[in-house]
């Protein structure tokens, strides 16, 4: 008897998290039905998969290898899901996007995509580049919109579109010309434009602040109370979020940060020529 595909992606999640409470909790069913899965599933496969203890889950050697070929019928399903929407650009689509980067170009994407394919249904999910990396995995979005360099997987695939130079910000009557000790702010843990910033060798630690903000437009209230000094990517200075701060500068100059803005998909994913043609639309300029 052939395997249920449910099971085969019990298992995965199984390796995933190496332990039976969060993996039922991955595939939002319970702990009872998970375990009855693994179970069926061995029982089909006539092998047993997994060791089960107290507190760990150990996969047995041949468990090993079946969970590999398990990923790979996961995958496989999934693209053909994908393939059976006939026609990509009149389905329905899910792109998840970063918070530094929503406000500033889904109003102008989404404007180019109604206007090239009215029939193309798009819904967006915002959250940071870790979680959509998960999103990718589970197939809750189609692709995201990234901002780069970002460390991917191997099965995540990227293709980046345009670059978004950092701007430094400071307030007119902030003193010096450069970024002094403790006076860089900076977007809390877990934020990318917190670690392009970082990336670049002119930027040391002893120039962060101790304050750290949650969004960019705390970051723009606290550079207006001249806490600190900060970059804005171009993207965000000219969408206009410093038209109410007359007495913030903009120095275009100062050093030269950038990042790159593009998207992120499945490799397995059939619809890449798609998504790469959607991905073009992102260019600020069309």
Do not use: W
Not at 116 to 126: A, D, G
Not at 239 to 256: E, W
Not at 264 to 275: A, D, E, G, H
């Amino acid at each position: 008897m052939l395997p249920s595909l449910k099971n085969l992606q019990y298992l995965s999640a199984l390796e995933k998290t190496m332990h039976f409470s969060r993996a039922a909790k991955l595939c939002y069913v319970s702990a009872s039905t998970f375990s009855a899965g693994i179970a069926k599933l061995e029982q089909d496969l006539q092998v047993q998969l997994v060791e089960r203890t107290n507190k760990t889950v150990v996969f047995t050697s041949l468990g090993k290898q079946i969970v590999k070929q398990a990923n790979l019928i996961i995958d496989n399903a999934k693209g053909l899901v994908e393939l059976s929407k006939l026609d990509f650009f009149e389905s329905e689509l899910t792109i998840g996007v970063i918070p530094t980067i929503s406000t500033y170009l889904l109003p102008n994407y989404l404007k180019n995509m109604t206007k090239k394919y009215p029939k193309l249904k798009v819904s967006f999910i915002e959250n940071t580049s870790e979680n959509l990396i998960k999103m990718l995995d589970e197939s809750t979005i189609d692709f995201a919109i990234f901002a780069f360099p970002f460390d991917l997987p191997t099965h995540i695939e990227s293709m980046q579109v345009f670059c978004d130079p950092l701007y430094y910000i400071k307030h007119a009557k902030h003193q010096g010309g450069q970024v002094g000790k403790g006076e860089l702010l900076l977007l809390e843990q877990g934020h990318c434009l917190r670690s392009h910033i970082l990336s670049s060798q002119s930027i040391s630690t002893a120039q962060i602040s101790d304050f750290s903000c949650s969004s960019i437009s705390t970051l723009i209230a606290m550079v207006d109370m001249d806490i600190g000094v900060s970059f804005l990517p171009k993207l965000a200075v000219d969408f206009g979020v410093l038209s109410n701060y007359p007495n913030i500068v903009v120095n275009t100059n100062h050093q030269h940060l950038v990042r790159d803005i593009g998207v992120v998909y499945r490799k397995t994913n059939l619809q890449k020529t798609n998504i790469q043609t959607l991905a073009k639309m992102l260019i600020p300029s069309l």
